[in-house]
C-alpha cells in the first residue's frame, strides 16, 4: 500500500500564546495512510513525554503491523460483519501505547499521573478507520459541508448529552478540558473505532482543543472552504487564527486531503504487491 499520491498530509503545532511548550504531538505517513495526535497532560514535562510516546509507539507499531497484513483485509475474530483488519490493529496498538505510558509513569515519579488524549485516522481501501481517546477532535469538511466526525469522551460532553446544558452553554462553560478517558492514566483504556467512506475532495481536520476551543466551527470550515487547496496554508492560518483569539493552549492541526480513489490492490497480484513494498 503506497497513498502517497493518493492523500495529501500536512501538519503544523504550536506552543500557543500561554503555555511555555508544548504537549501536543503530531506524527503522518502518507505512504501509509497515518495521522496520528496527542494532547498530552501532566505535571512538569510529563504530558510532552506522554504525548510523544504515543504518537511515536502508534506509529512505529502500526507501520509493521500494516506491512504484515493489509488493513483491508476481513478480520472474522471481531465478530461484526464486514468489519476489517484495520480496526484491530488500531485497537492493539494503541492498548501497546498506553501499557508504554502507564508503566512509564508508575515507574518514574516524575511522570506520576500522565497521560494523553488521541486521535488517529488510518487510510485504506477508499475508508478511514479512526480512534479516538479524550476530547482531541477529527472533523470532516466534504463538498461545502463541515461536520465533526468524534464525539468528545469529557464532562462536558456528558452534560450535553444529558440535558444538563444546551451546546451553546458549552461554548462558555469551565469543565471544558475535564476529559474522561484518556492514554496511560488507567492499566487499560477502550479506545472509540469507527470506519467511514471517503470521497475525493474530503477534507479531514485532526486537532487538539487547542484549536476547537479558540476558534469556532464556522471559522474553521471557513478557512478550510477557501483555503481548501493549499493544505500548508490552510493549517498555518487555522494555528494563526487559534493564536489571535488567546492561544490559551497548545494548538496542533493535521489536514488530510483525498486527492483521488485509492482501492485496495486484492487478490495474487495485491499480495505480489505487498510483498516489495
Known amino acids: 500500500m503506497n497513498l502517497a499520491d493518493a492523500i495529501e498530509i500536512v501538519g503544523h503545532s504550536d506552543p500557543g500564546m500561554v503555555r511555555s511548550h508544548n504537549e501536543d504531538s503530531i506524527a503522518n505517513d502518507a505512504r501509509n495512510g497515518l495521522a496520528i495526535l496527542a494532547?498530552?497532560?501532566?505535571?512538569?514535562n510529563a504530558g510532552e513525554v506522554a504525548s510523544g510516546m504515543a504518537t511515536t509507539v502508534l506509529m512505529?507499531?502500526?507501520?509493521?503491523?500494516?506491512?504484515?497484513?493489509?488493513?483491508f483485509e476481513p478480520d472474522p475474530e471481531s465478530g461484526a460483519e464486514l468489519r476489517t483488519h484495520a480496526a484491530r490493529m488500531l485497537r492493539e496498538q494503541i492498548a501497546k501505547a498506553n501499557h508504554s505510558i502507564f508503566s512509564a509513569a508508575q515507574s518514574?515519579?516524575?511522570?506520576?499521573?500522565?497521560?494523553?488524549?488521541?486521535?488517529v485516522a488510518l487510510f485504506y481501501d477508499n475508508k478511514v478507520t479512526v480512534a479516538h481517546i479524550g476530547d482531541s477532535r477529527l472533523y470532516r469538511q466534504r463538498a461545502g459541508e463541515f461536520a465533526q466526525i468524534t464525539r468528545d469522551h469529557s464532562l462536558l460532553q456528558e452534560q450535553i448529552d444529558s440535558g444538563m446544558i444546551t451546546p451553546e452553554e458549552a461554548k462558555h462553560s469551565q469543565n471544558k478540558n475535564l476529559v474522561t478517558r484518556a492514554l496511560g492514566i488507567d492499566p487499560t483504556?477502550?479506545?472509540?473505532?469507527?470506519?467511514?467512506?471517503?470521497r475525493p475532495g474530503d477534507i479531514y481536520?485532526?486537532?487538539?482543543?487547542?484549536?476547537?476551543?479558540?476558534?469556532?466551527d464556522e471559522e474553521i470550515a471557513l478557512t478550510l472552504e477557501t483555503?481548501?487547496?493549499?493544505?500548508?496554508?490552510?493549517?498555518?492560518?487555522?494555528?494563526?487564527?487559534?493564536?489571535?483569539?488567546?492561544?490559551?493552549?497548545?494548538?496542533?492541526?493535521?489536514?488530510?486531503?483525498?486527492?483521488?480513489?485509492?482501492?485496495?490492490a486484492r487478490g495474487l497480484f495485491g499480495r505480489f504487491l505487498r510483498w516489495f513494498k
Open 39 to 44: 494532547d498530552g497532560m501532566g505535571g512538569y
Open 189 to 198: 483504556v477502550e479506545a472509540e473505532i469507527h470506519d467511514y467512506e471517503t
Open 60 to 71: 512505529t507499531e502500526l507501520q509493521a503491523a500494516i506491512g504484515q497484513r493489509a488493513p
Open 108 to 119: 518514574q515519579p516524575q511522570y506520576s499521573g500522565m497521560g494523553t488524549t488521541l486521535v
Open 205 to 216: 481536520l485532526l486537532c487538539s482543543d487547542g484549536l476547537s476551543d479558540m476558534v469556532p
Open 227 to 264: 483555503l481548501g487547496g493549499n493544505l500548508n496554508l490552510a493549517a498555518q492560518q487555522l494555528v494563526q487564527m487559534a493564536n489571535d483569539n488567546g492561544g490559551r493552549d497548545n494548538v496542533s492541526v493535521l489536514l488530510v486531503k483525498v486527492l483521488r480513489e485509492y482501492p485496495a
